[in-house]
């Protein structure tokens, strides 16, 4: 029987449905989402298997205009995971008007001649019946103005679960023959210190506003697996990691009057990742001021990034 495999770039401007997309494909949840613009810092491989296809698919930060050394080097990571890959998914909401900064990936994409390229209208589960045709017609002048027309364009909701079969079915399609990537029980390559990191961060930054969420960063200090006492016992992790800020008075919102909001993040956070791991965990939180990281070549490298 013939095998196809395919690399998919999912991109897009910040909160348009990419990350909420790429756990509805997975069927699992393998990326954080928030409320927040650009929570995705790391191209996260997302890895759909099925018999006779396997689908990688890439989540990345959303592509905004720089104001840090951070966002210049999130959006050349969108750059070069749109390299190479076999396609490319941008996604647009279907309750926000097409504009600029849309316009500006699609340029981008269309640079890509090889790639599949398909429009992802998001949330239509929001919309009304009348919004959605007028966005699909808007998605195809935006195809024309940059130069090339979409392979297929796909109103879904990631939410709830409404036409995903239908991308996936499509991207399958338009693999091209090739042996499975990963071993067919995989959902993710994201290193397990990166995942955790992101699931603390993720519960940090959930109630906090303004420029605190950009502020945030999350390292994972140790992680240490206690021995069993019998073999059938549940695993248990000690887990210590740092919550980086860059001022001080971030510090003190995101620790809370005595404490109580980090016991909050603390609790949200074990929640999620003792599903991870399937296993109990202590979970030790440190906040930390590191200033202005996100413009410091120094702190950048140290948190895993690559300024630009």
């Not at 390299?83 to 309750?95: F, G, H, N, Q, T």
């Not at 929001?126 to 002048?141: D, F, G, H, N, R």
């Not at 939410?159 to 399609?173: E, N, S």
């Not at 960063?217 to 240490?224: F, K, L, N």
Request: a neutral charge.
């Amino acid at each position: 029987m013939t095998h196809k495999s395919a690399f998919v770039a999912i991109v897009g401007r910040p909160n348009t449905g990419k990350s909420t997309l790429v756990n509805a494909l997975v069927g699992e949840k393998v990326v954080i989402t928030s409320h927040h613009p650009n929570t995705t810092r790391n191209a996260i491989r997302g890895i759909v298997t099925r018999p006779g296809f396997q689908l990688v698919v890439v989540d990345t930060p959303g592509v905004h205009k720089p104001k840090t050394l951070l966002g210049g080097a999130l959006n050349s990571m969108v750059s070069e995971n749109m390299e190479s890959v076999d396609s490319i998914v941008l996604c647009i909401p279907a309750i926000e008007e097409i504009g600029s900064g849309d316009l500006f990936i699609a340029k981008e994409i269309a640079q890509h001649k090889s790639s599949k390229k398909i429009c992802a209208v998001t949330m239509i589960d929001m919309a009304t019946k009348e919004i959605v045709p007028t966005q699909l017609m808007a998605a195809q002048k935006l195809a024309k103005q940059a130069g090339f027309e979409w392979d297929d364009i796909v109103p879904l909701s990631a939410k709830t679960d409404t036409q995903v079969q239908l991308l996936i079915d499509l991207l399958a399609t338009y693999a091209p023959e090739s042996p499975a990537f990963y071993p067919a029980d995989m959902t993710s390559d994201q290193e397990l210190s990166t995942h955790l990191a992101d699931l603390i961060r993720e519960a940090a930054i959930a109630d906090v506003f303004e420029e605190v969420p950009h502020s945030i960063a999350v390292m994972i200090d140790e992680i240490s697996e206690r021995e069993k006492r019998t073999p059938d016992e549940r695993p248990f992790f000690d887990i210590h990691a740092s919550i980086i800020v860059e001022r001080e008075s971030q510090k003190a919102i995101i620790i809370g009057n005595k404490g109580e909001r980090l016991k909050s993040v603390g609790i949200a956070a074990r929640s999620e990742i003792e599903k991870k791991l399937r296993g109990k965990i202590f979970l030790g939180l440190h906040v930390k001021v590191m200033p202005n990281w996100q413009s410091d070549a120094k702190a950048l490298s140290k948190l895993g990034f690559t300024p630009q």
